[in-house]
């Protein structure tokens, strides 16, 4: 934010050097990124007369004219200009000079008669016509009559002055203005700040009978304010105004369009006059674009818009780009006569979003695009309607069009004094932030050590107790910490225990040669389509992103899956022959739609594997030794997921639980992801063996006596699952019952249609004796009896 020194002083008084000035604001947050002295620009120039002019004996177009410079003696300079003459003001460069152009001007002779300096020209000062009437013509720069010779041309041309470059942080657009910056300037010098109070005349009228304005989409318009200016009076700005346009870098038009600028530099609200004549229908209307429609900006470039971009448009076509650039068939023009200013508010993300889509970036988009005060918007339009009246510039409408739904009030904020004391490590009387505070505008009160603090509206930024304590300190001065030795308990570091069992986990897969990835959180909305998940299934209550990278990220994901087909798909079209990868991430689950508090943030693990020699039972074979490793007693049962082929996966059941699921993904599933081979996937729930208890370590002597060994073919119905069997066959055969392993299932000839043979082993030994022929044959036929009460038999 670049600021005029002179400027400034109109609202503060300003009794300390540059420097101090600086150190203060530096001090309070403001950083002061240089410093430009105008002044240091132009030196030794100076208001000349003319007083008399005679040829130059030795040249047919040089001139020798005596100038007076408001001293005793006049000073000779020879001139080659020819629009020169008595009595003419003009300014002189004398001995030692320095222009704007970077010329140094020195004494010398020019065909042997003494000259003592240079007249200039409008170039010669780097001016613009806009700068100074006539400094675009050619040949010397004819001055104001009225000017004294002698005058400092510094002065006359407003390069009196210095200009601060502040920067302003994101957080603070309040003072990407004038009056923002004095109200801190006014806060480090403790200084009041003598902000305008706008009054004006009017004129009786409606101004419904002149125009009307229609809003549509108060989210991106959340107030809109106009009035309308009858008998306009097109002409120069005063020099005044002109200067501290100039000062900022902006090149003075015309007066009302100037005020509009100058209330823009001044309250940081962006202001926009039409020529009400241009107006269609007399109407005015905030909506968003037609898709394709196209507007012509005031720079002369055509744009084509989007639904998303917000105009401000008449019964027939958009007028201007809605808080960005006003259009080229409604600007002021020299013959206008009737004005509707606007004064608005405009949604910052959009203001935003719609310059960059149409590379148009001005003063007024980034203003809007960090955000503007709702309750700035009257003021801006009182000031820019004051300086109106006060510069005869038009007739004032008496009544106003203002349209919003609702306006917000200053906040109030209750923060304990010895809060901010303990946050900051210092002792700051309750009384000395309450000075502070309302110094800094919010308006503040002390009751029993709570300070009552009324935001005002343009102070967004503040929120809580760090704020304030944030506000305090940076004007109570960062000089007053003072460094203290760290207090506290040390505690050794060390991972989580959900770190350490993630890392377990992680160590247990690397050594089965899997590898780690680790994928995006966001997926497309789309991705669950291929799943073809159950419309009551939890993965499809989806997290929608408000503001997504795109469609692709758009989503938080429910499920790992997809993620890891993509990944498996990508290896295989690139020629990959076999993988084995594994993520340890999150899924997010909603616990209502739409959202009223943070998601379920639940860990999963989720595998997947191709290649040869890959198959259901390698990675049931990785799965048992997870849940192995945890101590974990699951049942394998069979599920029914649909992206999963109907007859190759399984369920994880922990007691009455289901914790994952994995097999062979569907071919119908595989061909959306084109895939052309066989994969398998797992997904399992981690809460439960994060939460599993390991039991303790229980060694055991080795056994003194031999264990038994019997084979069993068993024909069983073909849906029969096996592992419910081995279990049965377990628990049946008690406690000298050791270990029972499935060898072999067998469908084909002489098996029965809907009948399989299940081969299994039983180990039987005793901690007591060896088991003898009886015994081992009692629990043989124990086992075979029971068997045959759940439709089992002993294959003969």
């Known amino acids: ?95 030692n000079s320095v222009l704007p152009n970077g010329m140094n001007i020195k ?16 170039e010669e000062l780097c001016l613009k016509e806009a700068d100074y009437p006539g400094a ?45 910056i004095a109200r801190e300037v006014g806060v480090v010098l403790n200084k009041p700040v003598n902000i305008p109070n706008p009054t004006y005349k ?144 405009f949604k910052r993300d959009n203001v935003r979003s719609t310059a960059r889509a149409l590379g148009v970036r001005t003063e007024s988009s980034s203003r809007f695009e960090r955000g503007t005060d709702i309750m700035n918007v009257q003021f801006a339009m009182d000031r820019a309607l004051q300086l109106i009246s006060e510069l005869d510039a038009g007739d004032i409408i008496d009544t106003t069009i203002d349209l919003h739904q609702g306006l917000k009030e200053d906040r109030l904020l209750n923060v304990s004094a010895q809060s901010v004391n303990d946050l900051l490590g210092l002792n700051i009387d309750a009384s000395v932030m309450v000075d502070i505070l309302n110094r800094l505008s919010i308006k503040t009160s002390e009751d029993n050590g ?52 993630a890392d377990k986990i992680k160590n247990l897969l690397i050594c089965n040669s899997m590898r780690e990835i680790t994928t995006y959180s966001f997926i497309s909305s789309k991705a669950l389509e291929p799943l073809n998940l159950n419309e009551a299934d939890e993965r499809n209550k989806t997290i929608s992103i408000i503001n997504p990278l795109g469609d692709e990220y758009s989503t938080m994901r429910t499920q790992l899956t997809t993620s890891m087909l993509t990944v498996l798909s990508t290896n295989i079209n690139r020629k990959t022959k076999s993988a084995r990868f594994f993520e340890i991430s999150k899924r997010f689950i909603p616990k209502s739609l739409p959202l009223t508090e943070q998601p379920l943030e639940l860990p999963v693990l989720c595998m997947g594997i191709y290649g040869e020699g890959e198959d259901f039972f390698t990675l049931k074979g990785i799965i048992e030794q997870l849940m192995q490793s945890f101590s974990l007693n699951v049942k ?64 055991k002597a080795t056994p003194k006596f031999p264990a038994v060994n019997r084979d069993l073919a068993l024909l069983c119905n073909k849906t029969q699952p096996v592992g419910d069997l081995i279990d049965f066959v377990s628990q049946t055969a008690g406690k000298l019952c050791e270990n029972v392993e499935l060898f072999d299932i067998y469908e084909g000839e002489q098996i029965p249609d809907g009948k399989k043979s299940v081969a299994i082993s039983l180990v039987l030994r005793s901690a007591e004796a060896t088991l003898t022929d009886l015994e081992v044959d009692a629990v043989i036929n124990k086992v075979i009896k029971r068997l045959q009460t759940i439709d089992v038999a002993l294959r003969q």
């Open 202 to 345: 009017t004129v009786s009228g409606e101004i419904t009978d002149y125009i009307t304005v229609e809003d549509r989409n108060f989210d991106l318009c959340e107030r809109y304010m106009g009035r309308v200016v009858n008998n306009l009076r097109i002409k120069p700005s005063p020099d005044w105004m002109k200067k501290c346009l100039k000062a900022a870098g902006m090149r003075p038009i015309n007066n009302i369009v100037d005020i509009t600028n100058f209330v823009m530099l001044e309250t940081g609200q962006p202001m926009h006059a039409f020529d009400r004549r241009d107006i269609k229908g007399n109407k005015i209307i905030i909506r968003n674009a037609f898709e394709g429609e196209k507007i012509t900006t005031l720079d002369e470039k055509e744009h084509t818009l989007t639904e998303q971009m917000l105009v401000i448009a008449d019964a027939e076509a958009p007028s201007c780009l809605a808080g960005i650039m006003g259009g080229l068939n409604s600007e002021i023009k020299d013959d206008t006569t009737e004005l509707f200013l606007e004064s608005a508010k």
């Open 450 to 501: 709570i300070l009552n603090c009324l935001i005002p509206s343009w102070r967004d930024d503040i929120e809580g107790k760090a704020d304030i304590a944030e506000e305090v300190m940076r004007i109570y001065g960062y000089e007053h910490i003072v460094g203290t030795s760290v207090k506290g308990v040390l505690t050794r570091g060390k991972k989580s225990d959900e770190r350490m069992k």
């Open 136 to 180: 675009e013509v050619y040949g010397i720069l004819i001055l104001d009559d009225s000017l004294i010779p002698g005058t400092d041309m510094r002065e006359v041309l407003g390069l009196d002055d210095v200009i601060i470059d502040f920067s302003v942080t994101s957080n603070r657009p309040d003072c990407q203005c004038m009056i923002g």
């Open 1 to 95: 934010m670049k600021v005029s020194l002179n400027w400034l002083k109109l609202y503060v008084d300003i009794d300390v050097t540059l420097d101090e000035l600086c150190n203060k604001m530096i001090s309070a947050g403001f950083e002061v990124e240089g410093v430009e002295n105008l002044a240091d620009t132009m030196q030794n120039v100076v208001v000349g007369k003319i007083v008399k002019i005679t040829p130059h004996e030795n040249s047919d177009h040089l001139q020798i004219c005596q100038i007076d410079i408001g001293e005793s003696e006049l000073v000779q300079i020879v001139t080659g200009a020819q629009n020169v003459f008595e009595g003419a003001i003009v300014p002189a460069a004398l001995h």
């Open 636 to 699: 394998y049962q069979k599920s029914a997921e649909p992206f999963l082929h109907p007859g190759r996966q399984a369920q994880i059941v922990l007691g009455d639980t289901v914790i994952g699921t994995f097999g062979e993904v569907h071919p119908k599933t595989a061909d959306c992801y084109d895939i052309n081979e066989k994969v398998y996937v797992a997904e399992i729930k981690l809460e439960q063996l994060y939460a599993a208890v390991q039991p303790p370590v229980i060694y």
């Open 107 to 122: 004494k010398g002779k020019l065909r042997g008669v003494e000259s003592c300096g240079m007249l200039c020209s409008g």
